[in-house]
């Protein structure tokens, strides 16, 4: 798990082949103009759900993981906090992994909250379960999907 500034990414180019494409989308496209939805970027190599939402407060947040995806998680507007545990200490799955929508959830609590105010990111690993949607009120985010 990685949490920084969006100004700062370019320091994580060299974790994943697609990492600078991504950075690059985030850093140049005009997020807050963007509908809710999937936005091509690289077809499903690559690219990028919005979210317009309401924050589920910490109760209301749960955690998920992904196999087959790695998450850049970036809030355009609003209070937006994530909960963060490592997958591996996940004990308590809520039904069956979604090999489809490629997401498993659990019932297990974050051992970590993460704030993300507007212009910071967070990347998620398959190896992390995260519970996003944790702040309060309106949020706008951008959630770019990377294939491992």
């Known amino acids: 798990m990685v949490l920084d500034q969006l100004d700062l990414a370019g320091r994580y180019t060299h974790l994943h082949p697609s990492f600078e494409r991504a950075f690059e989308f985030l850093r140049t496209t005009d997020l807050a103009a963007l509908p809710p939805g999937r936005h091509e970027i690289e077809g499903d190599a690559l690219y990028l759900s919005v979210d317009h939402v309401d924050g589920r407060g910490r109760d209301g947040a749960r955690l998920e993981a992904h196999r087959?995806?790695?998450?850049?998680?970036?809030?355009?507007?609003?209070d937006e906090q994530i909960g963060w545990k490592p997958l591996a200490a996940c004990e308590q799955p809520d039904g069956a992994f979604d090999a489809t929508r490629d997401i498993g959830f659990y019932h297990d609590r974050p051992d970590t909250w993460?704030?993300?105010?507007?212009r910071t990111f967070a990347i998620f690993f398959p190896e992390d379960a995260h519970a996003p949607l944790a702040g309060a009120g309106a949020v706008r985010k951008a959630i770019v999907k990377i294939r491992v």
Do not use: F, K, N, S
Not at 68 to 78: F, S, Y
Not at 114 to 118: E, F, H, Q, S, V
């Open 114 to 118: 993460l704030a993300l105010p507007p």
């Open 68 to 78: 087959e995806h790695i998450d850049v998680q970036l809030t355009i507007d609003g």
